[in-house]
């Protein structure tokens, strides 16, 4: 368990503030006092006097000012996972994203799934991990809009993606999303909840011309159901379907 322990209010606010938004079981004391026995970390301000705050010696001490609390919490759940570090996982948007698992700067996982499977994917990943937090590339827009939106309850971060697809040589065809999500796993991101796009009568355009390439009769999916689509709800295939069943 974190115990935060400082007489620095400002640091005291911003941690408690950031350890219950993450949903982090602590409990405060005051600089001097015993600390409980559940203690494995100790968040502290640099000029706290700790005197007689006595510890079995597997207690951490972490320390922090008002401005680095977000590093000093991610530091202190680092060492209730025992040093392994925390659990990012990156994600390259797109109708078939790239995952990659992280722990500290380990790639533990790597995925590359169809846009339906993905949430499942990132669940599974993260429903173990103390604070995980996922980070996804805002290039392909509709498709991570899609992401957040159906990942509620998770922290999520939203990164700048721009130069995150390395160069891929002779014999990597299919790796350049993968190796992009742990690109964008290693960049901090803007935390955001939602994310409500509306899309281009370009994207539009693509995505009848996609349903047109995808029927075996020429057939051209209306703008409706291209808007649903596009905003994830659903696939090509579908809305094909439901477009021939309207002549039914």
């Known amino acids: 368990m974190i115990v935060v322990a400082t007489a620095d209010f400002d640091l005291y606010h911003e941690a408690v503030s950031e350890l219950r938004s993450r949903g982090v079981t602590f409990t405060t004391v005051e600089p001097g006092d ?42 202190a759940l680092a060492s209730l996972r025992d040093g392994d570090g925390r659990t990012v996982v990156g994600v390259d948007p797109g109708t078939r994203p790239g995952i990659a698992v992280l722990s500290g700067e380990t790639v533990v996982a790597a995925f590359h799934v169809p846009l ?15 604070d995980p937090v996922v980070r996804i590339g805002d290039g392909a827009r509709l498709q991570g809009a899609k992401l957040i939106n159906e990942l509620d309850g998770i922290a999520v971060e939203l990164v700048d993606e721009t130069g995150t697809t390395p160069y891929l040589g002779s014999g990597a065809r299919g790796m350049g999303d993968v190796l992009a999500a742990v ?13 409500e796009i509306e899309p281009t009568e370009g994207e539009l355009t693509r995505i009848k ?38 002549e039914e």
Do not use: K, M, W, Y
């Open 34 to 75: 015993p600390l409980p026995e559940r203690a494995r970390v100790l968040l502290t301000g640099p000029d706290d006097d700790l005197d007689g705050t006595g510890s079995d010696g597997n207690v951490t001490r972490v320390t922090a000012t008002g401005d680095d609390v977000r590093r000093a919490v991610d530091e």
């Open 116 to 130: 339906a499977d993905a949430v499942e994917v990132i669940r599974r990943e993260t429903e173990d991990a103390v």
């Open 183 to 195: 690109n964008i796993a290693r960049l901090d991101g803007e935390r955001i909840e939602s994310r």
């Open 209 to 246: 011309a996609r349903s047109r390439e995808a029927s075996d009769d020429n057939r051209t999916i209306d703008e409706g159901l291209a808007r649903r689509v596009a905003g994830g709800e659903l696939s090509i295939d579908e809305a094909l379907d439901e477009h021939r069943s309207r």
